[in-house]
């Protein structure tokens, strides 16, 4: 099989406080970017009903976009999974609450000083049609407040991840940068051989829509393949205007 390109792209959600940077004025930067980028594989996060939902229509025909909300009823904010059509079968997709409870959905850690909202991570079994083997493809966004429940959930995808006997890309919005412990469970349970950061070697990837001068990085793709390069996504604000307060970042990825 060769190198598939995967991205992970917090896109921010729609809030009327972002000003000319809310989501739908956006649209057109943000679809423009995916065209010009056209990873193989998209993990999405701060995906609102209705964004999953223009997601689906605006890249009908080129990608198949799966996932639910975080909620109890499966609305809300989720963590969408973008599979290029024509290159990968999907097998399956397991929804996974970032709980003690995790088939019980909107369940969240009650003791880890977490924000109120649930997290979500999403499992898709794929297959490449020039592939023999099925991979895994995880996508998540850990809490923006606590940083226990930051490392409890982690935590909870590397034991997951452990578990399984086959390849695998990690994306997400960790909300954590790469010296934390939140980030560094993951080696400690998966095992440092068998997941590399393809995103090590960049930069910030939080700008706030160009307010930080320094930008953090909180936005990773790991994986237990080979990376051959990765790259943070420019994003020049032109006019004032940003595809996100994220830079979508990228990996090019071999098993």
Not at 79 to 93: C, D, K, Q
Request: aromatic share 10%; net charge negative; glycine share 10%.
């Amino acid at each position: 099989m060769s190198a598939i390109k995967v991205m992970s792209f917090n896109m921010r959600t729609q809030s009327e406080a972002d000003g000319e940077n809310q989501f739908r004025a956006r649209k057109e930067r943000i679809m423009s970017m995916l065209d010009r980028e056209a990873p193989d594989i998209i993990g999405f996060q701060e995906v609102t009903d209705e964004m999953r939902l223009w997601l689906r229509e605006a890249l009908g025909g080129r990608y198949t976009v799966v996932g639910c909300g975080r909620q109890s009823d499966y609305t809300g904010e989720s963590v969408a999974v973008a599979l290029r059509n024509g290159a990968f079968e999907l097998i399956s997709l397991t929804p996974l609450w970032l709980s003690e409870t995790p088939d019980i959905p909107g369940s969240r850690y009650e003791d880890a000083e977490q924000s109120k909202w649930p997290r979500l991570s999403v499992v898709a079994t794929v297959k490449h049609y020039d592939g023999n083997e099925p991979f895994y493809v995880i996508n998540t966004h850990l809490d923006h407040l606590g940083a226990r429940a930051r490392y409890m959930g982690m935590k909870q995808n590397a034991e997951f991840i452990s578990g399984i006997d086959k390849n695998y890309v990690y994306t997400g919005d960790m909300n954590a940068t790469p010296d934390t412990e939140e980030i560094k469970v993951l080696a400690a349970v998966v095992g440092a051989d068998k997941c590399v950061d393809a995103t090590a070697e960049l930069g910030g990837t939080f700008h706030g829509f160009g307010r930080l001068d320094d930008k953090v990085k909180i936005d990773y793709i790991f994986t237990n393949g080979r990376s051959t390069g990765a790259y943070a996504v420019p994003d020049d604000g032109a006019d004032g205007l940003y595809y996100s307060d994220h830079h979508a970042v990228c990996a090019m990825i071999e098993f």
